[in-house]
């Protein structure tokens, strides 16, 4: 079955620093990805998604995902986090044949001040 | 503009009580609709969806079901509640065809 891995499920960094979340599924096919982020207290939210041409797609709030196919990848970057990004976040793959999402397990990232 | 509501945001239920968790959506016709289940560590799983009115599949198997009596309503119930059914579930949408899925402010449910 199509499964989506994210591989850190919980990450803490300091102010400026670069961040980098991991994001691998299991399917050969045509794909869809996404990026949700959950800020304390409210709701799932897009961050961004991919669907076709650009592998490199750029989101709310500085974020950006680059679909590497070759290694099934779609990790999710941005160059200097603040406090603000405090959140859980979640890959989520759609595949070819099939409208149901399925998501990973989730991310915590916890940014210090 | 579309939005989705569902309450009750928090719930307290004895173990073998009944439930009833309700999602309604706005400003939009035949969506697909969704229930999550979100687990500490464990992510999003996915419950039920449907395609529309009286269609409800259900992806694991457990002693929780799901009813679309109109088109953009969408009941989560149990006759009798278990402990592991605590967690946080998730109302969910999107227009058939569309491309992004929309979630609910979501429903704390503590079984004791």
């Known amino acids: 079955a199509q499964s989506v891995s994210q591989h850190n499920h919980h990450v803490i960094l300091s102010e400026a620093a670069s961040l980098e979340l991991g994001c691998n599924y299991s399917?050969?096919?045509?794909?869809?990805l996404f990026w949700y982020v959950q800020y304390p207290g409210q709701h799932l939210q897009l961050l961004l998604k991919?669907?076709?041409?650009?592998?490199l797609v750029k989101g709310i709030k500085g974020f950006e995902a680059e679909f590497i196919k070759s290694k099934f990848s779609f990790n999710l970057r941005k160059p200097s986090v603040q406090w603000s990004d405090t959140a859980e976040y979640f890959c989520?793959?759609?595949?070819?044949?099939?409208?149901?999402?399925?998501f990973g397990r989730g991310t915590s990232l916890i940014v210090h001040p | 503009s579309q939005t989705i509501h569902q309450w009750p945001a928090t719930l307290v239920q004895p173990v073998g009580s009944p439930l009833s968790l309700e999602c309604t959506v706005e400003g939009t016709s035949n969506p697909n609709l969704y229930w999550y289940r979100q687990a500490a560590g464990r992510g999003l799983q996915l419950l039920f969806y449907s395609v529309g009115i009286g269609q409800i599949s259900s992806e694991v198997p457990q002693n929780l079901s799901a009813s679309r009596p109109q088109d953009r309503q969408f009941i989560l119930s149990s006759k009798k509640l278990l402990l592991s059914d605590s967690g946080f579930y998730l109302c969910?949408?999107?227009?058939?065809?569309?491309?992004?899925?929309?979630f609910g402010e979501g429903s704390w449910l503590t079984v004791v």
């Open positions: 399917y050969g096919g045509t794909v869809n």
């Open positions: 991919y669907f076709s041409g650009d592998p």
């Open positions: 989520a793959l759609r595949w070819g044949g099939s409208y149901i999402p399925t």
């Open positions: 969910a949408w999107e227009t058939g065809g569309s491309d992004t899925i929309y």
